[in-house]
């Protein structure tokens, strides 16, 4: 095992609980292997605990351990025991069900895992190891020994596949060679790489095959809920247009928050920019129309293939063409959804990220019918909760609206935050009633 000198300010941050090391802190750097274990020392020679190390990320280090000079195989015991304990966690958080059997079961640091991060669907288990020192074969043997060993999201495993997906991006920046083909498990013969799973009773396709990162974003399934309940009681003390509640999902993706606003809305419009991800989402709703036809029946569902700045561009223009400063009421909407990807990669993004989403929001408060109700997401884990907050309440003065916040949250308590590290607190999630 080798050592890293790292400076005083990042000897400062782990020592207050955050367990990366950029690059840009590391005093010397040795050369060592790529994915090895090392002792991190502080200027004064300090031990700091064990991380595993990478010779292409910009995060160098993640710190695994207080312990310094773990070993290998010390650490692949900590790994058996912190994925036992986050299954454990998950059976408690986010229990499975017939209306809920998708959750995230390992989340990386926030589960004391770096570089781990497993989502459940179904009978699906989909695993990404997303550093050098975590994709390697005694990882890749020790979670699924721990998966096939336990119960899983608080149910006996029956049916389990697991498939290994790499993130393009991260495998790129790691240098991370393509995993081996096929399933790392089944307990069928032939391993499935689709299911059918649920999230607050809707049904969804989802193929290991396709999609973003692991697929479905599971992190918005509380918000999901509220929305649909918010748009619910907001349209229960108000009367909408003629033709019915309308709703408008911006960044639909595979129609996540389009569907669960389908249950109280008239007309749905989901606009993404992904022709795949709105394929998807077609093939969501027919199957909860099969398999409900009366949830949907009063609903009108519709997707569009744009960009989301255009889009919402082009509505209010064209709700405006008279030069008038509010819309005619035929062109307002009841809800509008805002779940757009991350703006903000890096640091140096926040400032654009900030326009784009102030952007994004000004837009949708000039569509928005009084009394409607916007539910605004960002998920760059650069831009704080306060600053996405703050950029929404800009929107709002620009745009001559009161708007009432209802609701702020994050992600489902199955992707835990750690408040020593705030990279995990991602999701920012703002439920709002929208006057004048």
């Known amino acids: 095992m080798f050592t890293l000198s790292v400076s005083r300010r990042a000897a400062d941050r782990l020592r207050s609980g955050h367990l990366w090391v950029y690059r840009s802190d590391l005093a010397v750097e040795q050369e060592g292997a790529p994915g090895s274990l090392v002792t991190l020392l502080d200027p004064r020679g300090l031990p700091l605990g064990t991380a595993l190390y990478s010779s292409t990320s ?33 059976s408690r958080l986010a229990p499975s069900s017939p209306a809920n059997n998708a959750h995230r079961i390992v989340f990386s640091e926030a589960d004391n895992l770096p570089g781990i991060v497993a989502d459940r669907y179904n009978d699906l288990v989909l695993l990404q190891l997303l550093t050098q020192g975590v994709a390697q074969e005694d990882v890749r043997s020790v979670f699924v020994e721990a998966l096939r060993s ?15 997906r790499p993130d393009a991006r991260v495998r790129e920046l790691e240098q991370l060679p393509a995993p081996a083909a096929g399933a790392l498990f089944s307990t069928q013969a032939e391993p499935p790489s689709s299911t059918i799973f649920s999230l607050n009773g809707l049904r969804f396709h989802y193929d290991a095959a396709a999609g973003q990162k692991t697929g479905a974003f599971l992190d ?12 619910a009681e907001a349209l229960s003390a108000r009367r909408s247009g003629a033709d019915g509640p309308r709703a408008l999902d911006v960044c639909t993706y595979q129609g996540g928050f389009a569907l669960h606003l389908a249950q109280a809305c008239a007309q749905v419009t989901g606009v993404d920019a992904s022709r795949s991800a709105l394929e998807a989402a077609e093939r969501n709703l027919t199957l909860n129309q099969a398999h409900n036809p009366s949830l949907f029946a009063g609903c009108q569902v519709d997707w569009m293939e744009a960009d989301a700045f255009a889009y919402l561009r082009h509505l209010d223009d064209t709700a405006r063409a008279d030069g008038s400063r509010q819309p005619p009421s035929a062109e307002l909407f009841d809800a509008i959804v805002l779940d757009p990807p991350a703006f903000a990669k890096s640091k140096r993004a926040v400032e654009g990220a900030l326009r784009g989403y102030k952007e994004l929001n000004l837009r949708a408060l000039r569509l928005l019918a009084p009394g409607g109700t916007l539910i605004t997401n960002s998920c760059s884990h650069h831009i704080s909760m306060e600053e996405f907050t703050a950029v929404v309440a800009a929107a709002a003065s620009d745009a001559r609206r009161k708007v009432q916040l209802l609701q702020r949250s994050g992600a489902a308590p199955d992707h835990p ?17 929208v006057e004048g």
């Open 150 to 164: 336990a119960s899983v999201a608080g149910e006996e495993p029956g049916e389990l596949t697991i498939w290994e």
């Open 417 to 433: 935050e750690i408040l020593t590290l705030p990279e995990t607190g991602y999701l920012k999630c703002l439920i709002c009633r």
């Open 220 to 231: 918005q399934r509380l918000n999901y809920a509220a929305a649909a309940r918010a748009v």
């Open 58 to 90: 910009q995060i160098a280090a993640r710190l695994v351990s207080s312990q310094p000079g773990l070993t290998r195989a010390e650490y692949l015991a900590d790994v058996r025991t912190r994925i036992a304990a986050a299954l454990d966690l998950r």
